[in-house]
């Protein structure tokens, strides 16, 4: 039987960019009201905000500008039982970006204003690893980290490298963001250099496609069938395996946003197993942001208290889809939110 991941105790670190989301409508209320609701976000962040209100021990590194409104935003992020002690604070500025309310992170909607922000300018040998990974067994970073600039990319590989030498057990979401990636390398040119580190992978196929050359079948979307999706996510992911040797788990989610309902449905392969969850839809949502991240947030805890793979991804998925429905960047719904929704089935 193919290794899965055993997870000893201890700190998860998650590793990315801070960043405020500003929220206008897309009507252009917010010019007449004054007001432009935001929240505080990034990828890697609403994981350490998920599985801080599940009551694990979470530890969160960023770099922030040395101001007083970093200050208010530690305040803020200890608040939640999230442990701050890593942050690095720098030259720059704190990173926004802006996304029309109600839409998801694609087409005009996005705007990105983080240039010069104090993560874009990390550099190899700013950070002393070994403190911040002390009692960290798990490691926790998104593609969106290496996306920003070549100097970030290498501090990505600079931690990476002493996480695994300290047989930290490693993550990573393959989002993907398309208006980022833009210092002259591809994601295929800088992705595979990192993902070598993971024991665990998350996305999707077209996302493992992008980043790490992992084909996708042509016309799969032609039928539109379950069964062509679920064949391509076990195909992706034993090819992920075979690409990437220390890779002990591949998890894929699906949604489908059609005109009106939204199926989401996601897989997990690992132990030589695949898995596949429950089919969930809805015709409403609030927002669509933090969806993956929660999903990722409920692997990395299924992982860590040693639930079966099964258990771990009907978890993962009913928290990432509660998320549809909170107007926020990171989860509100404890375990036993979830876990009360799952028994609604």
């Known amino acids: 039987m193919s290794a899965t991941i055993h997870h000893q105790p201890g700190k998860i670190l998650s590793f990315g960019e801070l960043l405020l ?162 210092y002259g390398k591809s994601p295929r040119e800088v992705m595979p250099d990192l993902t070598k580190y993971c024991d665990l992978i998350m996305g999707n196929v077209w996302a493992a496609e992008t980043m790490l050359g992992i084909p996708v079948a042509p016309n799969i979307h032609e039928s539109g069938q379950q069964s062509i999706y679920l064949k391509e996510a076990l195909h992706s992911s034993e090819n992920i395996m075979l690409q990437f040797p220390k890779c002990k788990a591949v998890a894929n989610t699906f949604r489908f946003d059609a005109s009106s309902e939204i199926n989401y449905y996601t897989t997990l392969y690992t132990g030589g197993k695949f898995y596949n969850s429950r089919t969930w839809q809805t015709t409403s949502v609030i927002d669509k942001v933090g969806s993956g991240d929660c999903f990722m947030a409920g692997i990395i805890y299924g992982f860590y208290r040693g639930w079966e793979p099964a258990e771990t991804l009907e978890f993962a998925t009913a928290a990432a889809f509660e998320q549809l429905f909170v107007k926020s960047d990171a989860t509100d719904k404890t375990v036993a939110d979830i876990q009360s929704k799952l028994r609604e089935i």
């Not at 939640?80 to 309310?101: E, M």
């Open 21 to 182: 989301r500003i929220t206008p409508d897309a009507g252009g209320r917010w010019l007449n009201e004054n007001q432009l609701p935001f929240y505080v976000g990034g990828a890697e962040l609403n994981v350490a905000t998920a599985l801080a209100l599940w009551e694990l021990p979470s530890r969160y590194f960023t770099a922030l500008p040395n101001n007083s409104l970093s200050v208010q935003i530690i305040k803020y992020l200890s608040a939640k039982g999230i442990d701050t002690s890593p942050v690095s604070f720098g030259d720059g500025r704190l990173g926004l970006y802006f996304l029309t309310s109600g839409q998801d992170l694609k087409h005009d909607a996005l705007v990105y204003d983080r240039s010069d922000s104090a993560f874009s300018n990390l550099k190899p040998g700013m950070i002393d690893w070994d403190e911040v990974l002390e009692g960290v067994t798990w490691f926790h970073f998104s593609a969106i980290c290496p996306a920003i600039n070549q100097n970030v990319a290498n501090v990505c590989e600079e931690v990476l490298r002493a996480a695994s030498a300290k047989g930290i057990t490693i993550s990573v979401d393959l989002n993907y963001r398309s208006k980022l990636w833009k």
